[in-house]
């Protein structure tokens, strides 16, 4: 007889059952259920039908292309502005932590505000940015009126809120790369632009693969601020897949929502998972 | 400090008050406006400083509809971060100390759930099979499973700093399992346990989403939510929208003024080790 | 006060044994030291003794009582830990009452207990300081104390003056000693010092390989070290060991002979060598010597005695004290 371990696997027990109940079930479920006529009132077996419509109804597939152009813009985004802030704010200039905090602030803030907030601001008309732009003799486009621009607005706005994390988790990767390649390099004659392309860029790899990955998920699962925003419009011209998922939902297409739930997971299954895999795979060779 | 140093702050520190600063100022001087005054949009001082009313109306609009928001997601984020605090811990803690198959399929799992979307109808479906969809119950579950993956990963990382020695010094006193955990243990988490408390309170806080889906109803409004609601109410009274945005983001503001530190400790954990 | 007997001990991790088959009486009231290199399984063995570590098969006696199954609290045993294992939060007297309060032991009981064991070990003007607050020794006497408190059968000690600088640890080897005269408690001590082991112990377990080199005195395996890795192992300087043709000469496998059993002359001798280094302790000197067909030898003499590197002199060995295996 074994004696028992000071570290009983019963402590899982109270986490593990609302886990499995609220995610695992529903998440297992998922892939039954989109396979389904669902709606309020009874689940019918649908076979793929809900998946082919996903692929084939215009508004759906615009949504589909819409959330990877949305993940992928966002993250390119906050990947390149986040390295260049947090090199700028480790630089010992003048007011270094007030910056900081400055940059940071809009992750804490609620994005339904945010998005709001933005949606008076890129008023075509009244619009503040697009008086500021009059101002100076510049005719502001309808920022979330032109429905090739609306996703784009968004995306923007986005980054706005999110380069703050961005930016921090450079700050605490620059904060880890030692002051003495700096002083190599210099002695070796490398310029600023020399040292950070061949110092700062490769050194700071794990902070640019977290930050790559953390934005893009967050890219892909993006829901409450386009839909503070736009609502996914003008017409469907900025929906992506939470969107239509909610939008589904709302009509009483559960089994098209949840079809598109499933697709989401396996996006970011597919684009994740291999990417994450990679990129620390170039972290080790590097 | 060199002089290009002051330069570059300088021209940093205006730049970052036109793309970060000017917009929080236009949400609190429209907050202050009239009604007829806001509607313009501009960035124009108020004409008359009205900010007492425009609160007042904008807590007593709906039947102080704002104020049954703040209690229910105060109500939902305490009681969240009190189970997500003491369940995550626990797991954090067998999964650290107890390298075994169970534990690393158990954690693996948890750490699937801070990638894997939430499949959002079947959750309403199992919540309607137990009863709990549209509760403030249901939403504190919820709240829990979806905030488990981050907590139990900060607990593990911390928990691994804590030497062995001192379960084994317990386990010879004579502690049981849980006297080692909640007498020994606990008691020793407390910088990473406010990490968390400060981190999860302020994502939560602000969740839109989830209490969009699974707590609709007039009676079960969350703080996010109000804004939402209110804002085909509020389309001619833009004064009361901004309001509304400055009060709902005054908590986070304090939080961040107090716990600054705790925050960038949670946002940037494992950056470094990727 | 009690016995401890390991019969056939054994620890497989993985596929790997690392406690090959351990006997061992420890008698009432002995103070036993575990000495071994590092990973010679010792510490291993004391964590199986205490119930920490589980054995893979073999029974553990302790007091005539079969507590081979038994929990750690069940034992009747104290462990003192390498880094104490203070509780960080708790103060000095909760952290040697801790015990005492799992057991819900009566609060005015406790604090006589506890106030009793800090007077014996100086304790009583920090009882309610947090460990951060103390020194090295301080902390070295709550973690003695708190094993005092549970007025075990046993005590173990896990290397638990390794933390400690060169003079405190001489200072605790004495505080231990008469601990142990005072207590007359069985006493388990686990270290790879064996200086730690010859100045402390009533019994030496040797240990290497997770088998038992050689139990006795610490004179008995200073003078007759049953395996030539005893001898190695024994002894400041360590002993001189040949293999080879001087071992065949000698009609044996390892030739030994302690620094100190060779007489040291600048005219002849039976080995003829070249003075390498000289270290000068004050009252010996360690001559480094390099002897032509031998190879390093080390020769302890008298501190008066001059000697400069580079000097040829020879060394005979003292017969009765040679070590053939």
Not at chain 1, 17 to 44: C, G, K, Q
Not at chain 1, 207 to 212: D, E, L, N, Q
Not at chain 2, 9 to 24: D, H, K, N, T, Y
Not at chain 2, 47 to 61: G, I
């Amino acid at each position: 007889m074994r004696r028992k371990s000071p570290y009983p696997y019963w402590f899982f027990l109270p986490a593990g059952a609302i886990f499995l109940v609220l995610f695992i079930l529903p998440t297992v479920a998922s892939f039954y259920f989109s396979l389904t006529y669902w709606d309020p009132f009874e689940a019918r077996f649908a076979g793929w039908d809900n998946y082919v419509q996903f692929f084939s109804e215009p508004f759906l597939v615009r949504g589909l292309t819409n959330t990877l152009v949305f993940a992928f813009l966002t993250s390119g985004l906050k990947t390149v502005l986040g390295l260049l802030l947090a090199v700028l704010l480790t630089s010992g200039i003048f007011a270094q932590g007030f910056l900081r905090s400055v940059v940071f602030f809009p992750v804490l803030v609620s994005t339904i505000g945010v998005g709001l907030l933005f949606q008076e601001l890129m008023h075509p008309t009244e619009g503040a940015i697009n008086l500021a732009l009059a101002a100076v003799g510049i005719d502001g486009p309808g920022w979330l009126t032109n429905p090739s621009l609306a996703l784009i607005s968004v995306a923007l706005v986005d980054v706005w809120r999110g380069v703050g994390l961005a930016t921090l988790i450079y700050i605490a990767g620059l904060a880890t790369i030692g002051q003495e390649y700096y002083e190599a390099a210099r002695i070796d004659g490398a310029t600023r632009l020399q040292q950070f392309w061949r110092v700062t860029v490769p050194l700071v790899r794990p902070a640019t693969t977290t930050v790559i990955i953390l934005s893009l998920i967050g890219g892909l699962r993006l829901f409450d601020l386009i839909w503070a925003m736009t609502r996914g419009g003008p017409g469907f011209s900025s929906d992506v897949l939470a969107s239509v998922i909610y939008k589904q939902y709302q009509a009483g297409f559960w089994g098209l929502s949840t079809a598109g739930n499933v697709i989401l997971f396996l996006m970011i299954a597919f684009i994740v998972a291999p990417l994450a895999w990679w990129l620390n795979r170039r972290e080790l060779e590097a | 400090m060199t002089r290009r140093g002051y330069i570059i702050g300088a021209i940093s520190l205006l730049v970052a008050f036109v793309v970060f600063v000017i917009p929080f100022l236009f949400v609190a001087i429209n907050a202050m406006k009239t009604a007829q005054d806001a509607s313009s949009l501009d960035f124009s001082l108020p004409e008359r400083w009205v900010f007492w009313e425009n609160l007042v109306t904008t807590v007593q609009t709906r039947d102080y509809a704002l104020l049954l928001a703040y209690w229910n997601s105060i109500v939902i984020t305490v009681c969240a971060i009190a189970l997500l605090v003491v369940f995550g811990a626990m797991v954090g803690f067998v999964i650290q100390r107890r390298p075994s198959r169970t534990s690393r399929v158990v954690y693996a799992f948890i750490l699937a759930g801070l990638m894997i979307p939430p499949a959002v109808v079947p959750t309403i479906w199992v919540l309607q099979g137990i009863n709990l969809f549209k509760t403030l119950n249901g939403m504190i579950l919820i709240q829990v499973a979806y905030g488990l993956g981050f907590t139990v990963l900060l607990y593990r990382a911390f928990i691994s700093t804590i030497p062995r020695e001192l379960d084994e010094a317990a386990i010879i006193d004579g502690a049981k399992p849980w006297q080692i955990f909640f007498r020994v243990v606990l008691p020793l988490l407390k910088p990473v346990t406010l990490t968390i408390i400060v981190v999860q309170s302020i994502t939560i806080f602000n969740d839109f989403t989830h209490p969009l889906y699974y707590l609709p109803g007039r009676e079960n409004i969350t703080v996010q939510l109000t804004l939402y609601n209110f804002q085909s109410q509020f389309v001619s009274q833009m004064n009361l929208l901004f309001m509304n945005i400055l009060l709902i983001t005054i908590p986070p503001l304090l939080v961040f003024i107090f716990f600054n530190r705790q925050i960038v400790a949670g946002m940037t954990s494992g950056a470094v080790k990727g | 006060m009690s016995r401890v007997e390991l019969k056939d001990l054994r620890k497989n991790f993985g596929g790997l044994e690392v406690i090959k088959g351990v006997d061992l009486t420890v008698e009432p009231g002995e103070f036993c030291v575990f000495v071994g290199p590092s990973g010679c399984g010792k510490s291993t063995l004391l964590r199986m003794i205490s119930g920490l570590e589980e054995q893979s098969s073999g029974t553990i006696e302790i007091g005539g009582r079969d507590v081979t199954r038994s929990e750690p609290s069940e034992r009747g045993i104290a462990m003192v830990f390498q880094n104490y294992a203070l509780y960080p939060h708790l103060s000095v007297r909760e952290n040697i009452g801790f015990g005492l309060s799992l057991a819900r032991t009566p609060k005015d009981e406790m604090r006589r207990k506890v106030e009793t064991v800090a007077e014996t070990l100086q304790l009583t003007d920090y009882l309610e300081r947090k460990p951060k607050a103390l020194s090295g020794g301080q902390r070295q006497r709550v973690a003695i104390g708190r094993a005092i408190v549970r007025d075990p059968e046993v005590f173990l000690f896990d290397e638990p003056l390794s933390n400690l600088d060169a003079a405190l640890r001489s200072q605790m080897r004495i505080e231990l000693t008469e601990l142990h005269e005072r207590l007359r408690a069985t006493m388990i001590y686990v270290t790879h010092d064996q200086v730690e082991a010859m100045t402390m112990a009533d019994k030496i377990v040797v240990l290497n390989g997770g088998r038992i080199e050689q139990v006795g005195t610490p004179m008995e395996l200073y003078e007759r070290p049953a395996t030539p890795f005893v001898a190695g192992f024994i002894g400041s300087p360590r002993m001189n060991l040949f293999e080879g043709d001087l071992a065949r000469e000698m009609g044996c496998e390892v030739y030994g002979i302690r620094p100190e059993h060779l007489e040291v002359s600048e005219t002849e001798g039976r080995w003829t060598g070249r003075v390498r280094h000289v270290e000068r302790l004050g009252a010996d000197t360690i001559l480094h010597l390099e002897v032509e067909a031998l190879g390093p030898l080390l020769a302890r003499v008298d501190g008066s005695r001059t000697f400069n590197p580079g000097q040829t002199v020879h060394a005979t060995p003292n017969t009765d004290k040679e070590f053939r295996y």
